[in-house]
C-alpha cells in the first residue's frame, strides 16, 4: 500500500533562517505532489505542485520554493524564513493518472520566532 | 477569489442525530468534488467523493448531495457520533485542466453529548 512520510513533525525557527522539509512517498510510481499551507483560522492554501522530477508549478508568490530531486521526494525549502511563514505545512499525493484525492501526510507545525 | 465557500465555520450536533455540512462553489468547470476530515496536528483525511454526473454518493453513513445548478453541496453525516468531531474540509476540482484541489476553509463540527 502507499504511504506519504512527513518530516520533522514540529520546527522552531528563528526569523531569517533557512528552513527545509521533506515529504516521501512509498509504493507508488510518477505521483502527483503536492504542498499545502494551513494558517491560523484558514483553510489549505496549495503553494506548489509538481508533475514530475524537476517540475515545479508555482501557485502564489512567496518566500518558499519547492524541488523534486527525485519521482517520490518533494522538498519545501526557503533561504531566509518570514514570521509571515508561520503554519501548518501539509504534504499530499494522487496517483499520475489523475481523478483520484489526495492522500496528505501528517504534517508539519512550523512556528517562527 | 475564493470559489469554494464553507460560510458556516462551526456546527454544534446532538450525538445520534443528522450533522449537515455545506459548501458553495463558484467555478462551473468544477467537475469532481470531495469532502475531508482533519483532527487536530494531523494531516486531512479522504472521507468521499462525487463526480458532477451524479448527484448523490453514499457511503456508510457519509452521503455527500451535490446540486450542480445552486452550486451547492452538503455533507450528511448520520447517525452522529463523537469520534465525527473534527474540521470538515470541502473541495473541487476541474479533472479536465489539472489535478489541482481547491479547498474550502473548512468547518469544524463538535458532537454534543
Known amino acids: 500500500s502507499q504511504t506519504i512520510h512527513q518530516w520533522p513533525a514540529t520546527l522552531v525557527q528563528p526569523v531569517g533562517s533557512p528552513l527545509s522539509l521533506e515529504c516521501t512517498v512509498e509504493?507508488?510510481?510518477?505521483?502527483?505532489l503536492y504542498w499545502y499551507r494551513q494558517a491560523a483560522g484558514r483553510g489549505l492554501q496549495l503553494l506548489f505542485y509538481s508533475v514530475g522530477i524537476g517540475q515545479i508549478s508555482s501557485e502564489v508568490p512567496q518566500n518558499l520554493s519547492a524541488s523534486r530531486p527525485q519521482d517520490r521526494q518533494f522538498i519545501l525549502s526557503s533561504k531566509k524564513l518570514l514570521l509571515s511563514d508561520s503554519g501548518f505545512y501539509l504534504c499530499?499525493?494522487?496517483?499520475?493518472?489523475?481523478?483520484?484525492?489526495?492522500?496528505f501526510g501528517d504534517g508539519t507545525r512550523l512556528s517562527i520566532l | 477569489d475564493q470559489q469554494v465557500k464553507q460560510n458556516s465555520p462551526s456546527l454544534s450536533v446532538q450525538e445520534g442525530r443528522i450533522s449537515i455540512l455545506n459548501c458553495d462553489y463558484t467555478n462551473s468547470m468544477f467537475d469532481y468534488f470531495l469532502w475531508y476530515k482533519k483532527y487536530p496536528a494531523e494531516g486531512p483525511t479522504f472521507l468521499i467523493s462525487?463526480?458532477?454526473?451524479?448527484d448523490k454518493n453514499e457511503d456508510g453513513r457519509f452521503t455527500v448531495f451535490l446540486n450542480k445548478s445552486a452550486k451547492h453541496l452538503s455533507l450528511h453525516i448520520v447517525p452522529s457520533q463523537p469520534g465525527d468531531s473534527a474540521v470538515y474540509f470541502c473541495?473541487?476540482?476541474?479533472?479536465?485542466?489539472?489535478?489541482?484541489?481547491?479547498f474550502g476553509k473548512g468547518t469544524r463540527l463538535h458532537i454534543l453529548p
Open positions: 499530499a499525493w494522487t496517483p499520475g493518472q489523475g481523478n483520484q484525492p489526495q492522500h
Open positions: 473541495a473541487a476540482s476541474d479533472r479536465n485542466r489539472d489535478d489541482k484541489i481547491i
Open positions: 462525487i463526480s458532477s454526473i451524479k
Open positions: 509504493g507508488t510510481s510518477n505521483p502527483n
